[in-house]
């Protein structure tokens, strides 16, 4: 047969031949009449046909269960082990599924969930026992079918909302929802709402059915009217709700419906008519209080009232507001009231929502309110505070600044005082208040700040209470022109080596007096003859540049300049600007003048190189000319007889005029003022500097040297005199190398001089003595007589 199909009493068995040369055998049990079992030889039919999925109920009780066989046409030729893969066998959910590896069925292993998987998709292969796979393999596909195995259930326990009290009947209050995780296909998900009691709170407040619910959708809806919310405040609804339209698995739920309030109540005062008292000139947080009832739900925006005060109130000085918590009026001043210009107020108040009356009742109710006001001593009023002035610093002493600047409201004598003036510059008037200046005003005094000079003035009323008052008195100076500026520095150094641009002198100004009578500041030379070999350059409102016109190597200027400042009038100054033109170093500071020829550009010439180099040469021939002579005099001292003159039958030194100081008389202008020592017999004045510090010579007076600082430590001068007396020149030398340096002795830059007594002296010089014999004519004995000291001396000069 190419097309055939076999039908038993009460199974039936198909086997199908597709492109894959499979067998497919499909068993059906019982309780799936769509499903036969197989019975009899298996049918061949046609290829390319369409494997039918396999239908399988959840839940199965009878495990393992024969689901479908497959079979392949190898078998007639050999052995075919059969294989099975996809979820349910080796994939998740693994274990729900497997195939008899010889006769090829495949069976359920456990009870299946429609709510977890659906359907599933698996793969059969036939393979040779070496594991070759002999066809394409096949997909079966298995459908679980659906049980009423799961209840209906509310999405919440209790639903809640709430409806408007006097809503009317149909008005839809809310939507109550179930699911049902059974086939949504089939009647075991079909869901039926119902209503099954009603409670009122408060408990039997109504006792008819006000409430339906729409089996289908769920949606609680109204069915009577009477919903007044001072009878009832809410309902409690139990629900049910159960599949196979109604007819299968239930459970059940909960609704509250409340019903809310709305604005059918006007507030009404109770009672209507108030009297309050209020102090004058004061500000009253609470004056009184008014009060109106309603009788919509308390505590609700329809209960909130809210206050207005309609008339008696024309500037404002009263205001209102709702006590939140007692739903109260409370009357506040806001602005002091004057016994003096009102005594007593007339209030309408009036009441009503805040949300809008919905009821057809009246709209608003009012009372009126009596407000007295209590007169109380009242202070002086100043008309401004702070009082402001504005005035040139130097201000005329007796200028007035202020008159009539306060009053009373009750008209009493008022009596004025300056509390506070850091400086003493202001005097009032303590009958009238008028302010005057005393003295001129310094802007840039310590006490005024911002230009602003303030003083405290104060007022007291002349009652039994004496009340009193202050204002703050604030005086704006402006800045007058008092001071011409100063020019700075008045000294300076131009460095002739510089570069254009950096050559000159950075000058300025100062001003005692503050903008705008101070910078910017304008600087120029007067004298035409300087200003055409000088200019000034601005650089900016307080600085410039004093800058030569000309080509100037180094020199001494005396510029003049005036400076003039911005005030008005303009103040200006002279000043004279002693500028130093000169070479600088990278400093800026003069070079000294041999550094000024080598270092500079030009160079100098050979002629004046010559000259310079023959002048160094000529002081050196001159120092060791010097030099030359010394050395010779100092010979010549070493010598018998040139030092002491002997004693002869004419005694010479009453020839010898003495004086108190070296040098050669009345003529001689150029000696120094050197006191001479004498020795003991007085026989021929020797300088003091001569002898060293231990020859035991009496010293005379120290001469003032006028070169040097007084009180100078002298230097140690040599006090062991030399063995072997041929050193005597040495230790000579020494102590006049000690008083060349000596600061309390003649000038430190001058050579001492012991044989030379000065020009023009009218006496003969000391180098006669001398010249009268020579050392063998001598006679040193008086040296024995001099004392120890000498004997030293005294022995050089004996032959003996």
Not at 3 to 8: G, S
Not at 251 to 273: E, K, L, V, Y
Not at 313 to 321: E, K
Not at 658 to 687: K, M, W
Request: proline share 7%.
């Amino acid at each position: 047969m190419d097309d055939a199909e076999e039908t038993l009493t009460n199974k039936r068995t198909v086997v199908l031949t597709c492109d894959l040369r499979e067998h497919i055998s499909v068993k059906s049990s019982d309780l799936n009449p769509w499903r036969l079992r197989s019975a009899g030889p298996l049918v061949r039919v046609k290829r390319d046909w369409v494997i039918p999925p396999i239908r399988v109920s959840e839940n199965g009780k009878q495990l393992p269960e024969d689901l479908v066989q497959i079979k392949s046409d190898k078998v007639f030729t050999g052995e075919v082990i059969y294989k099975l893969e996809g979820p349910g066998v080796d994939q998740d959910p693994k274990g729900l599924f497997e195939i008899d590896d010889k006769t090829g069925w495949i069976k359920s292993k456990m009870p299946l969930d429609r709510e977890k998987h659906k359907s599933f998709k698996l793969k059969a292969f036939a393979l040779s026992p070496s594991g070759e796979r002999l066809e394409s393999p096949t997909t079966i596909e298995i459908y679980v079918l659906d049980q009423n195995d799961h209840r209906p259930e509310f999405t919440q326990k209790e639903f809640t909302d709430t409806i408007p009290e006097f809503s009317g009947p149909g008005t839809s209050v809310m939507q109550v929802t179930a699911v049902d995780l059974d086939d949504p296909l089939t009647d075991n998900a079909a869901l039926s709402f119902s209503i099954t009691a009603q409670e009122s709170i408060p408990p039997h407040s109504v006792n008819k059915t006000m409430f339906g619910i729409n089996n289908k959708t769920g949606v609680i809806y109204i069915r009577d009217v009477g919903l007044d919310r001072d009878v009832v405040q809410s309902f409690r609804l139990l629900l049910q709700v159960a599949d196979m339209s109604g007819m299968g698995l239930a459970s059940t739920g909960r609704a509250i419906i409340h019903i809310s309030d709305i604005n059918n109540h006007a507030p009404r005062f109770q009672p209507s008519m108030y009297n309050m008292n209020a102090m004058e000139n004061k500000l009253l947080a609470e004056v009184g209080r008014v009060n109106a009832t309603d009788k919509d739900q308390r505590g609700g925006e329809n209960w909130r009232i809210k206050y207005t005060i309609r008339k008696g109130n024309p500037l404002g000085n009263f205001a209102i507001r709702t006590d939140p918590v007692s739903n109260q009026g409370i009357i506040s001043v806001v602005k002091p009231l004057d016994y003096e210009s009102q005594a007593e107020y007339q209030l309408v108040i009036t009441a009503e929502n805040e949300v809008r009356l919905e009821a057809p009742y009246e709209q608003t109710h009012s009372a009126t309110v009596t407000v007295r006001v209590m007169n109380e001593n009242e202070a002086p009023i100043f008309y401004k505070n702070p009082i402001k002035v504005t005035v040139p610093e130097s201000v005329v002493p007796g200028t007035v600044l202020a008159s009539d600047i306060a009053h009373d409201p009750d008209n009493a004598k008022l009596r004025f005082e300056i509390l506070q003036d850091p400086e003493g510059r202001l005097a009032i008037d303590r009958a009238t208040g008028q302010i005057t200046t005393r003295t001129t005003f310094d802007i840039k005094s310590p006490h005024v700040r911002n230009n602003i000079y303030s003083a405290v003035v104060k007022v007291t009323d002349q009652d039994a209470d004496g009340i009193s008052a202050t204002a703050t008195l604030e005086v704006n100076l402006w800045e007058t022109n008092d001071y011409p500026p100063v020019l700075k520095p008045s000294s300076g150094t131009v460095c002739s080596n510089w570069d254009r641009d950096k050559l000159g002198l950075m000058i300025s100004a100062v001003d005692e007096d503050m903008s705008p009578q101070a910078d910017p500041f304008t600087f120029h030379i007067p004298d035409q003859n300087v200003a055409a070999n000088w200019t000034i350059i601005t650089l900016n409102e307080t600085h410039a540049v004093l800058q030569p016109l000309i080509d100037i190597e180094r020199g001494e200027f005396s510029i003049p300049v005036v400076v003039s400042d911005s005030g008005s009038p303009s103040l200006s100054s002279n000043a004279l600007v002693n500028v130093t033109v000169c070479p600088c170093d990278s400093f800026g500071d003069c070079k000294s003048f041999t550094a000024a020829i080598f270092g500079t550009k030009m160079g100098i010439s050979f002629i004046a190189l010559m000259i310079i180099i023959g002048s160094v040469a000529f002081l050196l021939c001159l120092l060791l000319l010097a030099v030359a002579v010394r050395g010779c005099t100092r010979q010549n001292m070493g010598k018998r007889g040139s030092l002491l003159v002997g004693a002869s039958d004419d005694d010479i030194r009453d020839n010898v005029f003495h004086y108190d100081e070296q040098g050669g008389g009345e003529e001689d202008e150029d000696a120094f003022n050197i006191d001479f020592l004498r020795n003991p017999s007085d026989t021929v004045p020797v300088p003091a500097s001569f002898f060293p510090q231990d020859c035991g010579l009496p010293r005379g007076k120290q001469p003032l040297r006028k070169d040097a600082p007084h009180n100078l430590p002298s230097p140690t001068y040599p006090r062991k005199s030399p063995a072997d007396p041929t050193d005597i020149e040495d230790f000579i030398n020494v102590g006049l190398d000690a008083a060349d340096t000596d600061p309390n002795v003649p000038p430190y830059d001058t050579a001492l001089i012991y044989d030379y007594e000065g020009d023009g002296s009218v006496s003969g010089s000391l180098s006669s003595i001398a010249s009268m014999g020579s050392d063998e004519d001598q006679d040193y004995d008086y040296l024995n007589d001099w004392g120890p000291r000498f004997k030293k001396l005294a022995h050089m000069y004996d032959p003996r």
